[in-house]
């Protein structure tokens, strides 16, 4: 798995390729650890598009995230597309939960007009 991680205003772009599974799990979750580490609330774009597969460990890394940015009163969008990601979501209801977009575009916009 290969995480890039940059600041673009108003937000922290993480974009995450390969299987967010066991093994690489622990590298998205230290970019998370990193980015959240900032002052102020945080606003992060996570963009997904790029991730075949999600097992349990990857989702419960999400979901770390999502505890720690909502009591940071922060903001946190998943770009995901039609697939795996997208169908694991919904049949946990985390689609209830989670913000998504269907572009980094759309997303950075998205943070933006809350700024």
């Known amino acids: 798995m290969v995480v890039d991680c940059w600041r673009e205003e108003p937000c922290t772009v993480?974009?995450?390729?390969?299987?967010?599974?066991?093994?690489?799990?622990?590298r998205l979750r230290a970019e998370l650890e990193q980015a959240l580490s900032a002052a102020g609330p945080p606003n992060?774009?996570?963009?997904?598009?790029?991730?075949?597969?999600?097992?349990?460990?990857?989702?419960?890394?999400?979901?770390?995230?999502?505890?720690?940015?909502?009591?940071m009163n922060g903001r946190m969008i998943l770009v995901v597309a039609p697939g795996m990601i997208r169908h694991l979501l919904t049949i946990t209801h985390l689609d209830r939960h989670f913000e998504t977009s269907d572009s980094l575009?759309?997303?950075?916009?998205?943070?933006?007009s809350a700024a």
């Open 14 to 26: 993480l974009h995450v390729v390969g299987d967010l599974d066991v093994a690489g799990a622990p």
């Open 44 to 71: 992060l774009v996570v963009d997904l598009t790029e991730v075949p597969f999600c097992d349990s460990v990857g989702l419960g890394v999400l979901v770390a995230a999502y505890n720690m940015i909502q009591n």
């Open 105 to 112: 575009n759309a997303a950075r916009a998205a943070l933006g």
